[in-house]
């Protein structure tokens, strides 16, 4: 099954830092677009951060700008979101998805999906 894994989720403190990983599971990231998606509770989906294939384009949420890092790795099959200056609104389910229209946040042009890991931002 083609599907993304996360991890690197858990507790922090507001102000912490967590670095998620996307690793690919039954296939290769090298040519596919990634992009971060999370969904607090009661709120929809939303965009955080994409990457390119090739890792030159990179985009983010204005909410995220400054705090949130994305970068690949193609060599482990991995793309990372480091994420500092954490805040209690990052608090979310947070899901890495590829696809092969470019690095865009519009999560209609992903088609794989992981299961998410849980961010909590609390003191």
């Known amino acids: 099954q083609l599907q993304p894994v996360e991890s690197g989720g858990g507790l922090v403190q507001p102000g912490g830092s967590l670095r998620l990983s996307c690793a690919a599971s039954?296939?290769?990231?090298?040519?596919?677009?990634i992009g971060w998606f999370r969904q607090a509770p009661g709120k929809e989906r939303e965009g955080v951060s994409c990457?390119?294939?090739?890792?030159?384009?990179?985009k983010y949420a204005d909410s995220v700008k400054g705090r949130f890092t994305i970068s690949r790795d193609n060599a482990k099959n991995t793309v990372y979101l480091q994420m500092n200056s954490l805040k209690p609104e990052d608090t979310a389910v947070y899901y890495c998805a590829a696809g092969n229209f470019g690095a865009t946040m519009y999560e209609y042009d992903y088609d794989y999906w992981g299961q998410g890991t849980q961010v909590t931002v609390s003191s």
């Open positions: 039954g296939f290769t990231l090298e040519h596919s677009a």
């Open positions: 990457i390119s294939a090739s890792g030159h384009t990179t």
